[in-house]
């Protein structure tokens, strides 16, 4: 059974960092492609960032381009989103999902989500 | 950045009513055009995928149409469980996009 169990979520100030992380089971971590994909209060879904199954490509929305940073571990069966410079507008549950191929990206499962707040 | 745009936004239909849910896209997705449903404070889950292949374990209900930029999610005789938000997604180009939504709610 595939699993994805995000963690990380807090409140953090404006301006502040925060890194989450999404641990995989129940599938061959490395064969598969797995993105960030958030939904603020109340609003849709909107991708953040993605990650070929190797890991040697990375992809990002303009919106936190420069800021936000992904990376996995296949080692461990571990994604993670390095969040630097927080807005306001950064605020959402940041869902783990996980690619249909190495370098697919149909969201073929998905995480529980973890929940940001940035706020002072 | 291609847009989606989901038509309606908002349904309220009888159990056991026909749903059709359409998603139009700025520009050609080809067939990269996904469809998933999101229950109330739950995590989304892939219906369909390239516009018309069902995901393992989705109701033979649930089917989908189209390519280019027209496409259609059906929901055949609508069941109580049925009641949530429905978002297409594409990949045929970055950034990956969504639609806004659309809210199925049982009357």
């Known amino acids: 059974e595939v699993q994805l169990l995000e963690s990380g979520g807090d409140l953090v100030q404006p301006g502040g960092s925060l890194r989450l992380s999404c641990a995989a089971s129940g599938f061959t971590f490395s064969t598969y492609a797995m993105s960030w994909v958030r939904q603020a209060p109340g609003k849709g879904l909107k991708w953040v960032s993605g990650?070929?199954?190797?890991?040697?490509?990375?992809y990002y929305a303009d919106s936190v381009k420069g800021r936000f940073t992904i990376s996995r571990d296949n080692s461990k069966s571990t994604l993670y989103l390095r969040m630097n410079s927080l807005r306001a507008e950064d605020t959402a549950v940041y869902y783990c999902?996980?690619?249909?191929?190495?370098?697919?990206?149909?969201?073929?499962?998905w995480g529980q989500g973890t929940l940001v707040t940035v706020s002072s | 950045e291609i847009v989606l745009t989901q038509s309606p936004d908002f349904q309220s239909v009888t159990p056991k009513e026909k749903v059709t849910i359409t998603c139009r896209a700025s520009q050609s997705v080809g067939s990269s055009l996904h469809w998933y449903q999101q229950n109330a404070d739950q995590s989304p889950k892939l219906l369909i995928k390239y516009a018309s292949q069902p995901f393992s374990g989705v109701p033979s209900r649930f089917s989908g149409s189209g390519s280019g930029t027209d496409f259609t999610l059906t929901i055949n005789s609508l069941e109580a469980e049925d009641a949530a938000t429905y978002y297409c997604h594409q990949t045929g180009s970055l950034p990956w996009t969504f639609g806004q939504g659309t809210k199925v709610e049982i009357k």
């Open positions: 990650i070929s199954g190797t890991g040697s490509t990375t």
């Open positions: 999902a996980k690619g249909e191929s190495r370098d697919g990206y149909t969201f073929d499962y």
